[in-house]
């Protein structure tokens, strides 16, 4: 079945950095927009990232500058990479695919993200 | 990005119908057929439950259903079961600033 596993949510210090991993299967990875999308604790839903099938990015002003999506199509895979690291960035971050009509239609379980002294 | 608004929370008892609005701008929801909602009970993933403003992913329940009036777009459950009870989100792309934008979420309390 379609599925999307993320991976490499951990506790990291202000200022530290972190990838996140999607691991998708079950579908053509290549053919689908993706994103990320946050939800701190106790809160909202929050897009945070974007990239095209082809490789075209954009991110949320909350994270421009600090957070580089990218992917590995040969290997099904989403990445985030996060530097410069701030409390406010504490979340569940979660793996999600794009269909046309820009809907999220197929969500990973999340990733615990926690910035912390 | 500024969140579209959401009440933060509705409930109703088994049985009734609950409606759940979700206001935005002529930016977003009201410049937009793609508005979709997503229900999310504690600790799970979000699940897509409408898309497009009115359409029903195959395998969601037809007692979900949506639609939309210029900035406003509303969520209307029908026949509410105690397995509705969750948190409700709605999300519209941003052709401003090209990005999507969530509402605040919305408690619902199955009494």
């Known amino acids: 079945q379609m599925q999307l596993v993320e991976s490499g949510g951990d506790l990291v210090k202000p200022g530290g950095s972190l990838r996140l991993s999607c691991a998708a299967s079950?579908?053509?990875?290549?053919?689908?927009?993706m994103s990320w999308i946050r939800q701190a604790p106790g809160k909202g839903l929050e897009w945070i990232s974007y990239?095209?099938?082809?490789?075209?990015?954009d991110s949320a002003e909350s994270v421009k500058g600090r957070f580089t999506i990218s992917r590995d199509n040969a290997k099904s895979s989403l990445y985030l990479q996060m530097d410069s690291l701030r409390a406010e960035d504490t979340a569940v971050y979660f793996c999600?695919?794009?269909?046309?009509?820009?809907?999220?239609?197929?969500w990973g379980r999340g990733t615990l993200v926690t910035v912390s002294s | 990005q500024s969140a579209l608004t959401q009440p933060a929370s509705v409930s109703g008892s088994p049985g009734q119908s609950i409606t759940i609005s979700c206001t935005g701008t002529?930016?977003?929801?009201?410049?937009?057929?793609?508005v979709s909602w997503y229900q999310q009970h504690p600790g799970k993933a979000p699940k897509l439950i409408i898309y497009?403003?009115?359409n029903r992913p195959s395998g969601v329940s037809s007692r979900f259903s949506g639609s939309k009036s210029g900035n406003t777009a509303s969520l209307t459950i029908s026949g509410l079961q105690a397995e509705d009870e969750a948190d409700y989100y709605c999300?519209?792309?941003?052709?401003?600033?090209?990005?999507?934008?969530f509402g605040g979420g919305t408690k619902l309390t199955v009494l």
């Open positions: 002529n930016s977003d929801v009201g410049n937009s057929n793609y």
């Open positions: 497009d403003v009115t």
């Open positions: 999600v695919r794009i269909m046309v009509g820009d809907y999220f239609d197929l």
């Open positions: 990239i095209s099938s082809s490789g075209y990015t």
């Open positions: 079950g579908f053509t990875f290549s053919d689908y927009h």
């Open positions: 999300n519209s792309y941003e052709s401003t600033s090209a990005y999507w934008v």
